[in-house]
């Protein structure tokens, strides 16, 4: 089944209200550049073989009527733009009632004007309008827009058949019969190519966002059309956007976009396995007398390194990230309070242990750490421990740095609020001087 590219922030009703104010010029130029044109060959003998009607009405009536029919058709669709700017949404039914006015113009120009052996005309025509269906407005509409398709031509049929210019009507509904088998494998393969344009939109839009969680499905398409070209060369890519858009290139760990994303993903799967989750937020104690001492690139260089520490540091399923400066976070799936303080006391270490290659051997980086756990109830969580975390951290060091503080509740980062003392299962942590 086709779906129309619909943009998702916006309404069926109100994309199709947008796509026929914008064709609307385009089928009143088809319109009149049919029925006047026809009506131009007619009157100067170009055309000279007798429609259905002509042998009736003459050359004059079926000239009027022709004209007629077009300027209908034009106030008509005048009116449709006017309503759909005034109201901003057009359901099916309308969409319905444009490509019948199309199937009305374009048949009753062929009744008009086509002598009865070259009705098929009329189906080579109809061949655009069904495209054009299909590409906009879905599969609904083209089977619509077929059906009236097959009662008009069936009507020019039995009205000649009727007037007996059609020695054999059965010859010509065998022409409707494979004209709509032909435009049913076409619509089909269209519309296969417009949902898998339709999935690459969908990529490119998350990607926009930052998310490269998706990847464009190969294995289906085995041709190699453009469709499957584009979709394999965003494969190649994804990993080295993802890289760019998600990862801060000075640490090498997940920027704020890249914490956020994948917070969501792992707070998903946590309420559905219902497992708690923890975070570390981490900040280097004074940092400032790096830079002001050793100079900006000397920073820089000790934030590469502190970026590598901390992912060695961490677990593998753990999430670092730079928040700006010298402040990063972990984000612990899967663990508790005791998890959490088991990695905070592992980071401690490591910061003492560590010894930066970028400043003088005597020179130590120590970190102070807020954390906090809590079981993922809502999908507000992640938001929720970090600003927990947050205040614990700014307790930490209010307490002297080289610390880890447990958020708890009541605490309050900035009133005098003696902080809670925690142990963990790797001995006692001092939580507060």
Not at 153 to 171: C, F, G, H, K, N
Not at 187 to 214: N, T, W
Not at 294 to 317: F, N, P, Q, S
Not at 358 to 372: K, Q
Request: net charge neutral; charged share 20%; aromatic share 8%.
């Amino acid at each position: 089944m086709t779906v129309p590219l619909t943009p998702p922030s916006r309404s069926s009703d109100e994309h199709y209200a947008e796509i026929l104010r914008w064709q609307a010029r385009y089928r009143m130029l088809f319109a009149s550049l049919i029925g006047f044109g026809t009506i131009t060959l007619k009157w100067f003998g170009v055309v000279s073989a007798e429609s259905v009607l002509m042998a009736r009405y003459g050359l004059r009536g079926v000239l009027l009527a022709m004209l007629g029919l077009v300027v209908a058709y034009v106030v008509g669709h005048r009116v449709l733009v006017a309503v759909l700017m005034r109201r901003g949404h057009a359901p099916m039914g309308v969409v319905v009632g444009a490509i019948a006015s199309d199937t009305v113009i374009l048949f009753g120009s062929a009744l008009l004007i086509t002598p009865p052996e070259h009705f098929d005309r009329a189906l080579l025509l109809s061949i655009f309008t069904v495209q054009f269906t299909q590409i906009f407005f879905g599969w609904t509409a083209t089977i619509a827009n077929l059906i009236l398709i097959g009662a008009g031509y069936t009507t020019l049929v039995a009205v000649a058949a009727d007037a007996s210019m059609i020695a054999t009507p059965a010859e010509e509904l065998w022409t409707l019969a494979l004209y709509g088998i032909g435009v049913l494998l076409y619509v089909a393969l269209q519309g296969h190519v417009a949902a898998r344009m339709r999935r690459l939109v969908e990529i490119f839009q998350r990607a926009q966002d930052g998310d490269f969680s998706a990847r464009y499905e190969e294995e289906p398409d085995q041709m190699p059309d453009p469709v499957s070209v584009i979709g394999r060369a965003y494969n190649q890519m994804r990993e080295r956007l993802q890289a760019i858009v998600l990862t801060d290139p000075l640490s090498g760990c997940y920027n704020r976009r890249g914490l956020n994303q994948l917070a969501e993903r792992e707070v998903s799967r946590a309420i559905r396995q219902k497992k708690e989750l923890a975070v570390l937020a981490i900040d280097l104690d004074h940092f400032k007398r790096i830079n002001d001492d050793y100079g900006h690139l000397t920073g820089d260089e000790v934030i590469r390194e502190v970026g590598a520490l901390l992912r060695t540091t961490a677990r593998e399923a753990d999430i670092v990230a730079r928040f700006g400066g010298e402040e990063f976070t972990i984000l612990a799936p899967d663990s508790n309070e005791e998890g959490a303080l088991i990695l905070a006391d592992r980071v401690m270490q490591a910061f003492r242990n560590y010894r930066f290659r970028s400043l003088p051997p005597d020179i130590r980086i120590t970190a102070s750490i807020g954390l906090a756990a809590d079981w993922a109830r809502d999908d507000d969580v992640s938001k929720t421990l970090l600003a927990r975390a947050d205040e614990a951290l700014y307790v930490a060091k209010r307490n002297g740095r080289d610390q880890a503080v447990v958020w708890h509740a009541g605490m309050r980062a900035f009133d005098g609020t003696p902080p809670k003392v925690r142990s963990s299962v790797v001995g006692m942590l001092r939580i507060n001087d």
